[in-house]
Structures are given as C-alpha cells and as structure tokens.
C-alpha cells in the first residue's frame, strides 16, 4: 500500500497555507482580534454575563474569516464540485488538519475547540437557544 500523499493534496495544502498566510493571519493581528483565539483568554471572546454567548465582535470576526474562505474556495472544500466545492474526502480534511496543527493558536492553528473557520457554520447563536445542538 502506498502511503504517500497525493502530489494534488501536498500543492493544496501550499495553496491553503498562502491564502492563511494573506487574508486570515492579518485579520487575527488587527485590532488584537488574536485574543479571540487564545484558548486561554476565554473571557476576551464569551459573554459570560450573557449566558456564555460568544462576544459580537468575536462572531463578526469569524464571519469575516469566513466569507474569505469562501470566497477564495475553502469554505464548501467538502462539497461535490458540482456545487462549487472540492470534492473533499475524509482523508484530505484529516491531512489538513494535521497539518494545520502545527502552526500556533489561531483562527486555524490547533483543532482543540471552536476556533475552525473553515468547518463551522454560520449561525447567529443569539437568535436562537442558547444551548447548541450537539453541545
């Protein structure tokens, strides 16, 4: 068994790594927006007086990042091509994480809780329960 990665799944995750590298690590650095995803400054980005909803300027931050994914074809990377994703499989979504996990905290450093732009929807918590599906 070959165990080697696909030529087509190394240049993406280059290509991946460039788009972060030009549309979301200079959106993280503005305005100290990088306090939203330090794990260990969860009072920067949850209203806990609020009944633990994530911060407004938090959520307008992720919606930023991820109409840039979007727009650059990350976002629906899972979706057939035919409406307007990649095609993505199980194993290239686990190789970019991988990946992606050896880069420092971040919008898309560590996959250790919420901070995936790519994966999470877009969903206005505030207009709806506030216990999460799932959660």
Known sequence: MDFNLPQELTAYLGELDRFIEAEIEPLELQDDNIRFFDHRREWARTEFDN???PRPEREELMRD??????KAGHLPFALPREFG???????????????RATFPFGCLGPRRNEMD???WDDVDYRKQSPVRPGH
């Open 65 to 70: 990042a991820r109409r840039r994914a979007d």
């Open 51 to 53: 009944g633990g909803l």
């Open 117 to 119: 732009a790519l994966t």
């Open 85 to 99: 994703g990649k095609d993505g499989s199980i194993l290239w979504m686990t190789v970019i994480r991988e990946h």
